[in-house]
């Protein structure tokens, strides 16, 4: 047991390890607009806001299912012979996929959206009205 413990931590600091680029994710400012030396916000900035805050979710939710995808394979690979840890472990991972298919396929539906409504100006109801 304490074998698997190290191996679990080690796994545990090597996928640390590869979270650490989401730390460059905080120079992108998640408002686009009202800090000092910047424009007022408007309209357009709000739909700024809402796609950076999606993409933000995005990329924590896959983190997350790496995640939860890494447990359940270290649950597979130490369920041995037993039929209902190896179940549930396969219960796990079939939902961590479809989770993040639906979140990824969400994604794309809203990005189509906002991109649809915001040409190059800003904010447009029809698209670009040419």
Known sequence: MKKLST???ALFLILSVFAIPAVSFAQNDLVPC????QAE?????????VINIINTLIT??????????CYAGIMLMT???????LDKAKKILGSVVKGYV???IAWV?????????????????????Q
């Open 7 to 9: 191996h679990i931590l």
């Open 109 to 129: 539906v809203v990005y189509t959206i906002m991109n649809t409504l915001i040409d190059g100006e800003g904010f447009s109801l029809l698209g670009d009205p």
């Open 34 to 37: 009202g800090n000092p030396g």
């Open 60 to 69: 924590y939710s896959t983190y997350i299912a790496v995640a939860v995808f």
């Open 102 to 104: 639906w979140i990824l």
């Open 79 to 85: 369920a041995g012979g037993d039929k209902g840890a």
């Open 41 to 49: 916000c408007g309209f357009n900035d709000l739909i700024k806001l």
